[in-house]
């Protein structure tokens, strides 16, 4: 069994790092979305357009979207003509800002937005065709419980699919990246969001996340069969696949 360390926002907090992954970002949700792309250089729609294009031929009818924040996956799963997108998320400030962002686009009959945990999924066994999850599994309270439960409620033969920051190994990357995720990143989201705990996170939570083969362990651990990592921008990011 792979052992993990926990790396938590509001540190002083006397909560669970579940209620502490909600209340951060219940606070930042407004600027989240500008962050997000302002802060990644929109790199992060390319990613998702990457991982979404994984099941372009399997063309899944029913999709969960897991952490789904303001709905971007979710969204960008319209492309494989679903039949319905689910969507869950802790932070109930997020869910609001993304059903806005459905209802501008007229897909309300498709994507539906729940508050939901990840690790107590509010759905039948073997009920979805393909799950997605875009850089929310690091947030996870725990790990393993998560991905079992994740496991539980895909289809046989269904796909996982999951995007999540990592850290490049290579130099002169490795030395940018570090710099820009310990000062830049820290400095503008506490700038515009008013948050600097949430945004010194961030680092934190990647360094500690167990990506790479460690993360494939977990995987395979929960029961996933052909897991695979495919490095993204020199390492910045990681997609990972199984099947159940």
């Known amino acids: 069994m792979t052992h993990l360390s926990i790396t938590t926002p509001y540190s002083r907090s006397g909560t669970g790092k579940k209620q502490k992954v909600e209340a951060m970002f219940d606070n930042i949700a407004p600027s989240y979305d500008f962050l997000n ?77 729940m508050h939901g945990d990840a690790e107590k999924i509010n759905f039948e066994n073997d009920f979805f065709d393909a799950i997605t999850i875009g850089f929310g599994v690091r947030n996870f309270e725990n790990l393993s419980k998560g991905l079992t439960e994740i496991y539980r409620v895909l289809k046989k033969n269904g796909t996982l699919v999951i995007l ?55 995987l395979n651990e929960a029961g996933f069969l052909n897991t695979k990592c495919a490095l993204l921008t020199f390492g910045i990011a990681s997609l990972y696949t199984g099947k159940k």
């Open 37 to 113: 792309h302002f802060l990644s250089l929109g790199i992060d729609k390319w990613w998702r357009r990457k991982a979404i294009g994984i099941l372009q031929e399997e063309k899944p009818k029913i999709v969960l979207d897991v952490a789904t924040g303001t709905g971007d996956f979710a969204i960008e799963a319209l492309k494989l003509k679903p039949d319905s997108v689910k969507g869950i998320d802790l932070s109930k400030e997020m869910l609001d800002i993304g059903r806005k962002k459905i209802k501008k686009i007229n897909a309300e009959k498709v994507i539906e937005l």
């Open 164 to 218: 999540e920051f990592s850290t490049p190994a290579k130099f002169p990357v490795r030395q940018v990246y570090h710099f820009y995720f310990h000062h830049i990143l820290p400095f503008m989201g506490k700038i515009i969001s008013k948050d600097k705990s949430a945004y010194s996170y961030l680092p934190e939570s990647v360094e500690t996340f167990p990506s790479g083969e460690n993360f494939i362990k977990l």
